[in-house]
């Protein structure tokens, strides 16, 4: 997977089930991605979009793409997540943690930066899987071959793709020609308390750990988690 932002609470579910996570960084940026922005919910129930701003250009690789120097985003990002999650019920003991690698992490990269979040919330989260950088390894440059040589790579037997990944996967042919396991995800996003108005699903994972806190928001993940599928769920 693309290291995305401050991701939502199926993509710690997918690292936890697998005994080997690989974080695709050689491939290319894509602008108003997941690999840029993400959603949290405001104070009064509306949906606000954290974004990292970079410099941008064509065919940039996300392991080589910046961030862009002129803009404070760290500061403007702990200040919104404070001002809108200051009531929540675990915000004393989280935010912290976020604070400290939002100011820790020294890296002008956005994809050192978003492999460094995602390790420290699996931290919090009590996941443990082996991380592996994509630009390690040596597969093909093609679409669904690159997938089947990596897992080559790793040693494994199995590949568990995100249903997203399914339509071209499906097309191509590459994994069931294989001698790949090719299983499919299947999450069922938990509902939480989040305060004020409709519950909103498929946000950042910070927005359940500011009001459930580490080890519920770690219960509903695998609460959330069932057995993966050899079609699409």
């Known amino acids: 997977m693309q290291p995305t932002f401050l991701p939502w609470m199926g993509y ?9 996570f690989v974080f695709l960084t050689d491939v290319q940026f894509t602008k108003q991605s997941w690999q840029q922005r993400n959603r949290i919910r405001m104070a009064d129930g509306r949906i606000h979009w954290l974004t990292l701003p970079v410099q941008q250009h064509l065919g940039e690789l996300i392991c080589n793409t910046q961030f ?12 919104v997540i404070r001002q809108e999650y200051a009531r929540a019920a675990h915000f004393r003991a989280v935010f912290p943690e976020l604070q400290k690698v939002y100011e820790g992490t020294d890296t002008n990269l956005l994809g050192e930066f978003n492999m460094k979040l995602i390790r420290e919330l699996c931290g919090m989260l009590g996941i443990h899987s082996k991380f592996v950088d994509s630009r390690d390894l040596k597969p093909s440059q ?13 040693g494994a037997t ?4 995100p249903v997203g ?15 790949l396991e090719l299983v499919y995800q299947n999450f069922s996003h938990p509902v939480y308390e989040q305060g004020k108005g ?5 946000l950042s994972v910070i927005d359940a750990l500011l009001h459930c806190g580490t080890e519920e928001t770690a219960r509903l993940i695998r609460a959330g988690t069932l057995p993966p599928t050899a079609n699409p769920p």
């Open 165 to 179: 990944s399914a339509d071209y996967l499906e097309t191509d042919g590459t994994f069931r020609a294989s001698d």
């Open 142 to 154: 093609e679409r669904s071959q690159r997938l089947v040589d990596i897992c080559h790579e790793v």
């Open 68 to 79: 862009d120097p002129r803009q404070p985003w760290r500061r403007k990002h702990l200040g």
């Open 158 to 161: 199995r590949y568990l793709s």
């Open 12 to 20: 710690f579910s997918l690292i936890e089930q697998a005994d080997v």
């Open 198 to 202: 409709e519950f909103q699903s498929h």
